[in-house]
C-alpha cells in the first residue's frame, strides 16, 4: 500500500504549503497543462469536464429566468473600447492589441475582448427602438483576455472562460431587480451546485466594476482563509446608453435612455471548488458538479467473475443515471484508491471474492473515508442517496468552517491582529471613506470584500469605524483575497 | 392578409436573386446582427440557438466514441506556428497579429489561432511518452479568425464558431481509421439531424488541408446548385509529430512517432440549413434542429377560453418534450402565419372559437403547408409524429434534388455546357494531374469537391480525363462552391 501510494505522497501537505498544494493538485488530477503560450492555461479533460457541467447547470438556470444566448466578435475596435470614459480607464492597461491582419497592418488597431460592455451596447444601439423592443437579456459564454503579469491556474491567467451577461431595461428599477436577481442566481448556484457557502453583498465604490454605478458580489472563504470573489453583478444605469446613445421610443412616445446590466461568472469557480473541499489526499469534488461520481474497483479482478459482476454494478448505477466509472486497468486496487482519491470522485464502490460470496459490495465515501457494506442488489439506490448525503455534508462542513472564520472587530487594534494572526473574514464597521479601505489595504492587504445586503449592514448605535474612528455608515466584511 | 404578410414580402424571391434572398431571410429571421466589427458577425439568439442544437448532438455524437473535450489558448507564438513548414504557408497570410499587450510591445508576436494543429502538438509533445498515454482524441469547441477580405454570415465571416478535435495513435491505421469514422460520423449527423444530404469522399491534393497527407469531406448541394464544403476529417500521418517531436515509447522499448488526425465542423452548417431547405417565404427548419418546433396561434385569442385552451395544448406538447412556443402577441393571426414561415419553426397548432367548439385544432406543416385536422387530446402525438413525417420528407426532397442536380460529362464540352448551364454537380473522371484542375477552375470557377469512396471512385475501362483526354485515374465530383 505504501508503494501504492506514491503518486499522492507528492502531493504537499495543504497547512505546510497551501501554495504549492494547490499547484500540486491541480497537476497531479490532471485538470490543467503547460503549452508554450506565457500566462495562458491548458484545460485538460478532468478540468473541461468541470467547466461543461458548470456551464450546462448556470446555463439551465439562466434560460429558466428568460436569459437568451448570443455570441460577438472577440475583437473590439478602439474608437469603440473608448466610448465610456470610466471603463476604458478601467481595461485598457490590460488589454492585447491586434495590430496587424492577413498581411497589412490595420488602420485602426483591435483589442481582443477582455469583457463585452462596449460590444453589446454597439449592438443594442441598433436593435433598441421601442419599448416592444425591452427588455434584452443576452448572454454569451466566451473566452476573454486579460494581459495579468502574475498566473496562477483558474484563479487567475491572461485568458479565461466565462459568461457575460447584458440586459436593457425601459426603468431603472427593473433593472437594479435584474441585477439582485441574477446575483442571487450565482448565491443559490454557488451553494446547491458546488456546496460553496457565499456572502452575498455589494461592492464598495472602491472596489465596484469601471462603469457601474453599483457592483454586487458574491464571497466565498478558502481553506486558507483568504476570500475569492465568486461572482458579480452590475447595475450601470443609463451610463452606458448615455455613451453609446442607446435610446427607446416608450409608450407616452417620448425618447428615453435604457439602464442597463452586466453579471458574470468565471473558470476561478474550478479554482473555489479546488479549494474550498480539496484535502491532503487531493481534490473533493461535490457529486452535482463531479464528472465522474462513483468508480467501481474490483478487488483481485482476476478472479473468476469479479470483472464481470464490478461491470454489472457499474451498468446498473448508469441506468440510475449516475455518472460511473468501471476501473478495469491492470494497476493494483490501492494504486486504484489513491487515483480516485486524488481525483476527488465523490465515491468508490469496491468489490473483491469475499464480498461477492456475500452478495455485497462496500461503498467508501472520498469526503470522510467512511465504509458501508450495501447488498449488490441496493448498490445503486444506496449510492444515489449517499451522493445526496455527500453534497449536503460538504455543503455544512464548508459552511461551518466559513462562520467559524468570521471574526468581529471593534477597533483597529483588533483588526490588526486579527488579519495577521487569524485567516477568515473580518467584519467590521466603516466610516464610507476610501481613505480607510487604502489605509487598510496598505497596512494589512486586506480589502472590503463586500457590504452584506439587510438589516446586517446598518452598524449598531454609537458603532465608529474600525479605521478612522469616525462614525460608521456601514457594516463591511473586510480579508485578504485571490 | 396581404397587409399582414408585408413583412414577409420584403424577401427577396431564390430565384430572382439567390444570393440576396440569403441575406434577406438571415436579417428578417433575426439570425444575425451588425455590429462595428467589419468583417465579423453577430449571432442572436434564434442563430445562436441553432448552434447550440447542433454542438450539442454533435458533441453527444463524439463522445460516445470516446472524445474528450479540451480548452486550450486562443493565441498561437509566431514561432510555434512556424514550426511546420506547409501549414504555415497555408495560413499566415490569413492571420491576426496580437503585437501588444497592455502596455507593452511583445518580445515576440502571436497570431489568434485560425486553427489550433500547432497548439494540440505543442500539448501532445509535453504529455505523450508511452503507449499507455495513447490515443488521444481531444476536441475543442472554440472560435477562431481568418482575415477574410469577402464575408457573408455564417458562410465566410473573419471569427467563426467551430470544433476542432485533434487525435494522435500509435499507429498509422489507427489514425486512418479515426480520420474515415469522424467523416463519417459528420455525413450521418448532417443527413439525420440537418436532413442535408451529403456526398462522402477524398479531396485531391490541391484541394486538401495544409499539412495533411489526406483530406476526406462532406459535399453538401445548396438550392442554387453551388457545393458548400460541410466537414472535413484530416489524416496527417506522422508530419507534424516529427515537426514537433510527438514520440512515444513502444510496448517494444523503441521510440516511435505518433501518427495524428484532425477534423471540424463550423457555423458555416448554418448557411447550409438555410440554402439547402428554405424558401420564398424564409426558413424552413428540420425539426430535430429547430429551437422551435411547433407555435401554437390562437384565432381571435379575445374570444372566451380561446387563449387559455391554446396555453393548454402548448402545455400539453412541452409536456411530451416538443420545443413549444405560444404566440399570444397583440398580433393578428395572418400577421402571426407569416411571422412563424419566415421564421421556420416546423409546424404550427391554429385554435379558434369554430375550432374549440368541434374540440378540434389545426396543424400546418411549414415545409408543405399541408393542414390537418385533429382532436385537442390528440394534438401532442400528433405533433409529435408529424415532425418525424417532416424531418424524413425534408431529407428524402433535398436528396431528389440533390440527385436529379448531379450530372456526367465524358468530355471537355460537356462539361463546360454543364458547368455553364446547369447548376450542380458534375461527375466526370480526371487523370489525377493538377494541371488539369487549374484549367478547369480557370475556365469555369468550377473545382474538384471530392473523389468518392469505394469502387465509383475507379473509372470505367478506356475513360479519359474530361479535361486533357489521358487515360483516366479517379471519378470526381466537381461544382462551383461556396
Redesign the interface.
Known sequence: MAKDKKMVESITARDVDFAQWYTDVVKKAELT?????KG??????AG??L??NIRNELDRRFKETGV??????????E??LDKEKEHVEGFA???????????EKLPE??C?RPTSET?FC??YS??IQSYRDLPKV?NQW??V?R?EKTTRPFLRS??F?WQEGHTAHATAEEAEARTVQMLNLYADFAEDFLAIPVLRGQKTDKEKFAGAVSTYTIEALMHDGKALQSGTSHNFGDGFAKAFGIQYTDKDNKLKYVYQTSWGMTTRMIGAIIMVHGDDDGLVLPPKVAPTQVVVIPIRQNAEGILDKAGEIADTLKKAGLRVKLDDSDRSPGWKFADQEMRGFPLRIEIGPKDMEKGQCVLVRRDTREKTVVKIEDAASASAQMLDTIQHDMFERAKKFRDEHIYEADTYEEFVDTANNKPGFIFAPWCGDVECENKIKEDLAVTSRCIPFGDSRIPKDGARCVCCGKPAKKMVYWGKAY
Open positions: 497543462g503547460y503549452t508554450s503560450v495562458c492555461m491548458v484545460f485538460k479533460p473541461y469536464a467547466w461543461e437568451q444566448n448570443v455570441y460577438l466578435p472577440m475583437l473590439i475596435p474608437s469603440l492597461p490590460e488589454v492585447a492589441w491586434v495590430t496587424q491582419g492577413g498581411l488597431r483591435m481582443v460590444l454597439d449592438l441598433k436593435d443576452y466566451c473566452s483576455l494581459w491572461r485568458e472562460l
